[in-house]
């Protein structure tokens, strides 16, 4: 059974920092692009960062500068460092994972994030 699980999450003041992670179980995870989505209620999910196979990583421009992806291919588990954090990043982050041979996808259950003072 595949499962993807986020954590990390929480309350946090502005310009403050956090760590998701994404642990990934049931999946050979070193074949699959990873991929950190973000959604705020009534707005479609947005795409923040992803890093593929090769470790070559993309980024929305909203967070390129603060926020940096990675992945561990031996913990099976993806991150997803976020700095100098603002109001505007508030969302539930899902974390996304993608084989393109077989078109395979998979997505966790979200963690909540909040960038209040």
């Known amino acids: 059974q595949v499962q993807l699980v986020e954590s990390g999450g929480g309350l946090v003041q502005p310009g403050g920092s956090l760590r998701l992670s994404c642990a990934a179980s049931?999946?050979?995870?070193?074949?699959?692009?990873m991929t950190w989505y973000r959604q705020t209620p009534g707005v479609q999910r947005e795409f923040i960062a992803t890093?593929?196979?090769?470790?070559?990583?993309t980024y929305a421009v909203s967070v390129k500068g603060r926020f940096s992806i990675s992945r561990d291919n031996i913990k099976n588990t993806m991150y997803l460092q976020m700095n100098n954090l603002k109001p505007e990043d508030t969302a539930v982050y899902y974390c996304?994972?993608?084989?393109?041979?077989?078109?395979?996808?998979?997505w966790g259950q979200g963690t909540q994030v909040t960038v209040s003072s």
């Open positions: 890093v593929g196979k090769s470790l070559s990583t």
């Open positions: 996304n994972a993608y084989e393109p041979v077989a078109s395979r996808s998979y």
């Open positions: 049931g999946i050979n995870f070193s074949a699959y692009v």
